[in-house]
C-alpha cells in the first residue's frame, strides 16, 4: 500500500515521502494518527502542494531545534539515588526520569529523544545524546549521587 508520509516517521521515512507498507500498518498505526495519507491519484496530484508546506514546516521546526540544541549542550542533570554496598543503585535513571529533569529546568525534550540505550544503574557521571530533530543532536551530562 502506498502512503504519503504527513511527519517524519522513524526507520520508515521523512515528510513528504511516498513509501509502501503493509496495509495493516497504514490502516492501524499510520493513518488514525495523521502520520500518512493514502497515495491516491488526486493525493499524487497535489503530492507537490503537501511537499511545499511540509518544507515550509520543516525549515520552521530546523530553525528552532537548531536553538534549543544550542541551549541543551553543556546542560547538567543531577539525581541522587539510594545505594547498598558497592555503590550498587536500588533501582535506576531512566530516559524518563532525564526528561522530567529537563522539564524542571525548562527544556521540552520527549523522553524517546534522550538516546539511552539502557537505564543507568551505576553511580557517576555519563555525557548523553539528545536527538533534538532529524540531524540536530544535543549532548548533556547526566550525574547520579549517592543519597544521603
Known amino acids: 500500500m502506498q502512503i504519503i508520509l504527513q511527519e517524519d516517521v522513524e526507520k520508515l521515512g521523512h515528510r513528504g515521502d511516498v513509501v509502501t507498507v ?3 500498518y497504514a490502516r492501524n498505526f499510520l493513518l488514525p494518527r495523521k502520520l500518512g495519507i493514502e497515495a491516491t491519484l488526486g493525493n499524487m496530484k497535489a503530492l ?5 508546506s511540509l518544507a515550509k514546516k520543516t525549515a520552521t521546526e530546523l530553525d528552532a531545534a537548531h536553538k534549543q540544541a544550542e541551549l ?3 546542560v547538567a542533570v543531577r539525581f541522587a539515588r539510594k545505594t ?3 555503590d550498587q543503585m536500588f533501582g535506576s ?4 526520569d532525564i ?5 524542571a529546568q525548562g527544556f521540552k525534550v520527549d523522553k524517546r529523544q534522550i538516546q539511552l540505550a539502557e537505564p543507568i544503574k551505576v553511580v557517576g557521571e ?3 545524546t539528545v536527538k533534538v530533530f532529524r540531524d540536530v543532536i544535543a549532548s548533556i551530562k547526566v550525574t547520579v549521587d549517592k543519597e544521603g
Open 126 to 128: 555519563q555525557s548523553l
Open 93 to 96: 535513571v531512566t530516559s524518563a
Open 99 to 103: 526528561s522530567d529533569a529537563l522539564a
Open 48 to 52: 507537490e502542494r503537501i511537499r511545499t
Open 84 to 86: 547498598g554496598e558497592n
Open 72 to 74: 541543551l549542550n553543556g
Open 22 to 24: 503493509k496495509p495493516g
